[in-house]
């Protein structure tokens, strides 16, 4: 069973830049496809983007596509979302999640384990 923890979330202005890291234990993150995905109070969680076992597959949402990377560093059991010219709309708690394939998918409903969530505000 694999554990995951978020971290790097905060207050950020409008155009300014956070980094979010999600670390795993109990089992290697080789062994995950990984993805984030973001929730606003009484909305369904949304999908923001996901990488392959391999890294070589990179999915993002349309909302953020230019505007965040997805990386991971299995070295240290870590997933990174660079988030960039952010916006009021990418207001949200972010969670992390891992699935026990080679391949990614873009419905939370397809991934096994969850960080418990970071809160990312944009505001002036």
């Known amino acids: 069973q694999v554990q995951l923890v978020e971290s790097g979330g905060g207050l950020v202005q409008p155009g300014g830049s956070l980094r979010l890291s999600c670390v795993a234990s109990g089992r290697t993150l080789r062994l995950y496809s990984l993805a984030w995905f973001r929730q606003e109070p009484g909305k369904e969680r949304e999908f923001v983007a996901a990488?392959?076992?391999?890294?070589?597959?990179?999915p993002y949402s349309d909302s953020v596509k230019g505007r965040f990377t997805i990386s991971r560093d299995d070295s240290k059991n870590t997933q990174y979302l660079q988030m960039n010219s952010l916006k009021p709309e990418d207001t949200a708690a972010y969670f992390c999640?891992?699935?026990?394939?080679?391949?990614?998918?873009?419905?939370?409903?397809?991934?096994?384990?969850w960080g418990q969530g970071t809160q990312v505000t944009v505001s002036s």
């Open positions: 990488i392959s076992r391999d890294g070589f597959t990179t």
């Open positions: 999640a891992a699935r026990t394939s080679m391949f990614v998918q873009i419905k939370a409903s397809d991934y096994e384990h």
